[in-house]
Each structure stands twice: as C-alpha cells, then as structure tokens.
C-alpha cells in the first residue's frame, strides 16, 4: 500500500546563518553518485551546487545520523520532512529553504496478503491512509511556508499535485 512520497527538507543548526556556502551532509554515498540528492535539490531550486557547497561532501549512511550532524552545526542536511518536523518545531534546526524536493523514493506498508484481514493491521492501515500519521510534518511545512490557517487544509492536495508532475509514466 502507497502511503507516501518522500519529500527532502534541507535543514541546519539555527545558529549556522550568514555564509553563502555550506558543507553540505550527504546520505547518497553510491561511488560516482556521491552527493547526488543535492545536484537534484540544487536543479529543483535553480541554484548551482558550486556556489552553495564549501568543501566536500560530509558522508553519512541514514538520515537520522545527516539529521544529527545538522543539529550540532556540522553543515546542511536534506532529509525527510516528516523526519525533521519535531527538530524544526522545537527549534534544534531550522530550514534552510523553504523548498521540498522529491527524492523519487516511496513509503510503503507492505504485508501478506494472507494477513490483510487481521484486526490489528486493519487499523494501523487505515491510521497510516487516514492522514493521522502525517499531520505533524504538514503542520510545520504550513507553518514554515507562512500558508494562512484558512488555506492548511489545501497544502496536502497542491503537494500532492506538484509531486504528480515529477512522476513517469
């Protein structure tokens, strides 16, 4: 069961403001495609990864730990809304773009088709599609965006429509 596409946030230490340039934490450590989510956020947001990134690549291998790195003022990390939305809320980072990129990967439930009746699963599916599970991250996007109260409820729709327009097929 689709349950989400996952959208990148770039994130840093609120204190790490001023300078043009950043060192930029990575996640994409394939070799040849180091870096790789950031020439995608950098085309998505017209800027040039040359002008953004100040020395190499910080290496990582999950976004928990990019998201750690961020928090203590080792650079700039994209990762997933959803993940950054409680560090962005109380404040242990900050956004530093306004800009969601998609990273062309999707959540999934996944379970066997044998289990799809049983009480418990029914009801962690329907949780996970009602909408419950993302109101946090689309709370704190609203928020961020400066989106009116009165429009919030359509934020979901139009990036849902924007992400559409990135899809094959």
């Known amino acids: 069961v689709r349950l989400k596409d996952e959208m990148l946030i770039a994130v840093h230490k609120p204190s790490a403001k001023g300078s043009r340039r950043h060192r930029l934490i990575t996640t994409w450590l394939d070799k040849g495609h180091i870096g790789e989510e950031w020439v995608d956020y950098c085309k998505a947001s017209g800027l040039k990864l040359a002008e ?20 203590s003022g080792q650079g700039v990390a994209l990762v997933p809304d959803f993940l950054a939305a409680r560090d962005i809320a109380a404040g242990t980072v900050t956004a530093f773009s306004r800009r969601l990129v998609p990273s ?16 418990q699963l029914v009801a962690l599916h329907d949780w996970l599609l009602s909408g419950m599970a993302e109101q946090l991250p689309v709370a704190v996007i609203a928020e961020l965006l400066g989106v009116p109260e009165a429009d919030r409820p359509l934020l979901r729709p139009w990036s849902n429509a924007i992400v559409k327009m990135y899809e094959y097929g």
Do not use: I, N, P
């Open 104 to 119: 062309g990967r999707v959540y999934r439930l996944c379970y066997r088709k044998s289990r799809a009746h049983e009480a």
């Open 52 to 71: 953004l990134q100040d020395g190499s690549f910080r290496q990582c291998t999950h976004y928990l730990f990019a998201l750690e790195m961020a928090k």
